[in-house]
């Protein structure tokens, strides 16, 4: 998973800097829709694989306000 993510990242980042380097150099609407692909991909696609990637294995509980975390954070505070 972790070889995937990164040949998926370095996809993304060659075909944003295509579509750069089309929508400077032959300033055609082509370049607009490459970049714009690009962003929709990284952020529907590449993103939530990422985070359930990098999720995977913790406890959420770990991570949130609860009572009994509020209660530990206090108690700490106060030694």
Do not use: C
Request: no cysteine; glycine share 6%; proline share 1%.
């Amino acid at each position: 998973m972790k070889f995937f993510l990164r040949i998926f990242f370095l996809i993304i980042l060659v075909s944003l800097s295509i579509g750069f380097y089309i929508n400077t150099f032959k300033n055609s609407h082509e370049g607009n829709k490459i970049i714009g692909f690009t962003v929709l991909t990284a952020a529907f696609v590449y993103m939530p694989i990422f985070l359930v990637h990098r999720w995977k294995g913790k406890k959420l509980k770990d991570y949130t306000l609860s009572k009994e975390n509020l209660e530990k954070l206090r108690n700490s505070n106060q030694k």
